[in-house]
């Protein structure tokens, strides 16, 4: 009988180890959908039942408790949500109108006790303020401790003066059955009969986000690239969560936000190609309208921890550098709508000289890609052919990117490229509901070799328009775009010119 393949024999250790541990399903939108399991031993009647150590971050009303075998079913009478764990604040709170001990400490290190009455004890718990102002709020008002939500500082009678602080460490009697030291969920389950069963524990938690980054690595000359992708995890839920299965969501799935209200049959496939080594690598599918990256092995996440971890590497990626010189600064008429511009005379006569520079290459498999890229950071570096090193050369953001579409990014201006525009002509309506508008661009090549420089324009008067007159062919971009493509030898200037008729009969 043949061994089996050191492949199978991993993938039955992986899923062996992610049966004993979390599952998670990370949003980029800062909240998570967290699995878990717990062993409950019912019997006839009611079972109070506890599950300690959820996060501090959990949406109550998302929570499902169920047999994922499908065998019992959980008639839940109650189910309640402690978060208000154990902090000096809270106990202070707890005995406020009491008298309790404080622990004092001399210079010379002796210790002895003072009682005091706490009068005020100036805490008001903020664990819910994920829920009720969003998770950012509520992480910093984390770190201001336990006295903060403006309620003020302590106040303490001791031998009957008030202190507005405390006159030393508090002393506090042994803790309670009722308290809790971690967030806990608690139920009251129905069970007809008695039944042992490990149950699955799903909810809906705030404080948990990813972001997708790429840095691009050129050469000093050239149109090819190298793209290493990282997905960065943080973890801000108050909770660790050890040997993790972790998958990512990405796309925009609608999450009804406190603050701000908003609104495949594709198989497995490899996110880049499979080295010799064969390492276990990030896999990514379609899933309904967004797209599921799974990380391959299980992971410990810990709490307010940034985990990284590589899911997309290309080399030798072609990715031309587009030059773009979009003249009219328009700036000064945002918001403005057909019939105002119409009425303008001095529209898009404000000239902007930069000369934009943008790298645009296609995300397909023959390109070495064609995977799904997930919202994200881009950082463009190029190699200095003089000592191998890399430079920084600008960065962006990409939105969300389906395989075989195109990327173009914007990563800075041109220095030795200028841009010149300016009106020529201008006759206004006369009468017969026309106008025209005459343009001179010039463009400025300093560099020393040749370049191709698309020319930007815009006809933004009205939605009637024809160029009557052209010193260069152009493509129509869109319904009021068009675009000249001039290519500008070294150290000369092109000049392009056009003139254009509005209609609006």
Same mark, same amino acid.
């Given at each position: 009988?043949?061994n089996?393949h050191?492949?199978v ?14 599952a998670?399903t ?8 967290v #699995?878990d #399991? +717990?062993?409950?031993d019912?019997?006839p009647?009611a079972n ?7 996060t ?7 929570v499902?408790l169920r ?15 402690r978060a ?11 005995y ?8 004092v +400490?001399?210079?010379?290190g ?6 005091g009455?706490v009068?005020?004890?100036?805490? =008001? ?7 009720r102002?969003g998770?950012q709020?509520a992480m910093r008002q984390?770190a201001?401790g336990d ?6 500082s302590?106040?303490v009678?001791?031998?009957?003066? /008030?202190?507005?602080?405390l006159?030393?460490?508090? /002393?506090f ?7 809790v030291? +971690?967030?806990t969920?608690?139920w009251r389950?129905?069970?007809?009969e ?6 699955e ?6 404080? +948990? ?8 690595i050129?050469?000093e000359?050239?149109?090819?690239m190298?793209?290493v992708g990282?997905?960065?995890i943080?973890n801000?839920s108050?909770?660790?969560?050890p040997?993790a ?6 796309g ?7 603050? =701000?209200?908003r609104g495949g049959p594709e198989?497995?496939d490899?996110l880049s190609?499979v080295p010799?080594s064969?390492?276990?690598e990030v896999?990514e599918k379609?899933?309904?309208e967004f797209?599921?990256y799974?990380?391959p092995?299980p992971?410990t996440?810990?709490d307010?921890q ?6 997309v590497?290309?080399?030798?990626v072609k ?10 600064? /328009? ?10 511009i119409?009425?303008?005379?001095e529209?898009?006569t404000e000239?902007n000289p ?9 995300n397909s498999q ?6 799904p890229?997930?919202r994200?950071k881009?950082?463009?570096?190029? #190699?200095d052919?003089?000592d191998g090193r890399?430079?920084f ?10 395989r075989?579409e195109r990327?173009r990014?914007?990563?800075?201006d041109?220095f030795d490229l200028v841009g010149e #525009? ?5 006759v ?8 025209e508008?005459?343009?001179?661009i ?12 698309r020319i930007?324009e815009?006809?933004?008067?009205w ?6 007159q ?8 869109d ?5 000249f493509?001039?290519q500008?030898p070294?150290n000369?200037? =092109? ?7 509005y209609?609006? =009969?």
């Amino acid at each position: 009988m043949s061994n089996p393949h050191p492949f199978v024999v991993a993938a039955a250790l992986t899923a062996a180890l992610a049966a004993q541990g979390p599952a998670l399903t990370i949003y980029n939108q800062n909240f998570a959908v967290v #699995r878990d #399991r +717990m062993t409950l031993d019912l019997k006839p009647g009611a079972n109070d039942v506890q599950f300690v150590g959820v996060t501090t971050h959990l949406e109550p009303d998302s929570v499902v408790l169920r047999d994922p075998s499908g065998k019992v079913t959980l008639a839940v009478l109650e189910q309640n949500y402690r978060a208000d764990t154990i902090s000096q604040g809270l106990m202070l709170s707890r005995y406020e109108g009491k008298e309790i001990e404080f622990l004092v +400490m001399d210079r010379d290190g002796r210790e002895s006790t003072v009682r005091g009455k706490v009068i005020r004890s100036g805490y =008001q718990p903020n664990y819910g303020a994920g829920q009720r102002y969003g998770n950012q709020f509520a992480m910093r008002q984390s770190a201001l401790g336990d006295y903060s939500n403006g309620a003020g500082s302590p106040i303490v009678e001791v031998g009957g003066k /008030l202190r507005f602080s405390l006159p030393g460490q508090p /002393l506090f009697p042994a803790l309670t059955d009722d308290a809790v030291l +971690m967030p806990t969920l608690e139920w009251r389950i129905h069970a007809n009969e008695a039944a042992k069963l490990d149950a699955e524990v799903s909810y809906v938690t705030g404080g +948990m986000s990813w972001d997708a980054s790429y840095n691009l690595i050129a050469p000093e000359h050239g149109d090819t690239m190298d793209i290493v992708g990282w997905v960065t995890i943080d973890n801000q839920s108050g909770k660790v969560f050890p040997q993790a299965t972790i998958k990512l969501m990405a796309g925009d799935v609608n999450k009804i936000d406190p603050n =701000q209200p908003r609104g495949g049959p594709e198989m497995w496939d490899a996110l880049s190609a499979v080295p010799e080594s064969r390492a276990p690598e990030v896999t990514e599918k379609a899933f309904d309208e967004f797209h599921l990256y799974s990380l391959p092995l299980p992971t410990t996440l810990r709490d307010r921890q940034q985990k990284q971890v590589e899911f997309v590497r290309a080399t030798g990626v072609k990715a031309k550098t587009i030059y773009v010189y979009n003249g009219a600064s /328009l700036r000064n008429y945002r918001g403005w709508n057909l019939d105002a511009i119409r009425n303008q005379p001095e529209y898009g006569t404000e000239s902007n000289p930069k000369v934009w520079v943008m790298r645009e290459f296609e995300n397909s498999q023959t390109n070495g890609l064609g995977l799904p890229l997930p919202r994200g950071k881009t950082r463009f570096y190029r #190699r200095d052919d003089a000592d191998g090193r890399l430079e920084f050369t600008g960065e962006n953001l990409i939105d969300h990117t389906p395989r075989d579409e195109r990327v173009r990014i914007y990563t800075g201006d041109a220095f030795d490229l200028v841009g010149e #525009r300016k009106r020529t002509d201008y006759v206004g309506d006369n009468g017969n509901r026309q106008m025209e508008e005459e343009f001179e661009i010039r463009v400025r090549n300093r560099k020393a070799e040749p370049v191709e420089v698309r020319i930007a324009e815009g006809l933004y008067r009205w939605v009637n328009w024809k160029v009557i007159q052209k010193s260069h062919e152009f493509l129509k971009t869109d319904a009021q775009s068009i675009e000249f493509r001039v290519q500008v030898p070294a150290n000369t200037e =092109q000049v392009v010119t056009y003139r254009v008729r509005y209609n609006w =009969q």
